[in-house]
């Protein structure tokens, strides 16, 4: 294995968990700026193609998450991600994918993959293509307004 391709490698591991780490804290400019301008993400209520539309897409997500807070009022998200596997085609493109689990104050609310697209651009690993599924969740949780619940 090549220096390059060891690179790659850890700035898309990091990537990811900055997706998890600003997302989940409300920070969309800086979970946006992970993303290629011409980026799409797919989820299971749509395709939202270029920076506009996926960063709607976080707003619309936590808009209200009122009512998924715990006993005592406090709302947290937690995204963990495990079994990342990371196939680098070429010193400027690679793919993954992963498993996730989402927690919030009641528990565990969802579950799938993450199947990704990545590039390398001025220097840095961008998204260009994020595929969320959802394996399985909680009725009347978070996932249940993506699947139509």
């Known amino acids: 294995m090549e220096l390059w391709e060891l690179v790659a490698r850890e700035s898309i591991r990091d990537l990811v968990a900055r997706?998890?780490?600003t997302g989940d804290s409300?920070?969309?400019a800086e979970t946006l700026a992970l993303f290629a301008p011409d980026a799409v993400m797919e989820r299971p209520d749509g395709l939202y193609?270029?920076?506009d539309a996926i960063e709607g897409q976080f707003?619309?997500?936590a808009t209200d998450l009122s009512?998924?807070?715990g006993p005592d009022g406090r709302m947290y998200l937690r995204h963990f991600t495990s079994s990342h596997q990371i196939d680098v085609l070429d010193p400027a493109h690679a793919r993954g994918r992963c498993y996730y689990q989402v927690l919030l104050p009641k528990g565990l609310d969802h579950w799938g993959r993450?199947?990704?697209e990545y590039a390398e651009r001025d220097g840095r690993w961008l998204f260009t293509r994020?595929?969320?599924t959802i394996d399985g969740h909680h009725p009347g949780g978070m996932a249940?307004?993506?699947l139509g619940e």
């Open 114 to 116: 993450y199947i990704d």
């Open 59 to 61: 707003h619309d997500a």
């Open 19 to 21: 997706y998890n780490s």
């Open 49 to 51: 193609e270029g920076l």
């Open 26 to 28: 409300g920070r969309f």
């Open 144 to 146: 249940s307004a993506f």
């Open 130 to 132: 994020r595929a969320v």
């Open 67 to 69: 009512h998924l807070a």
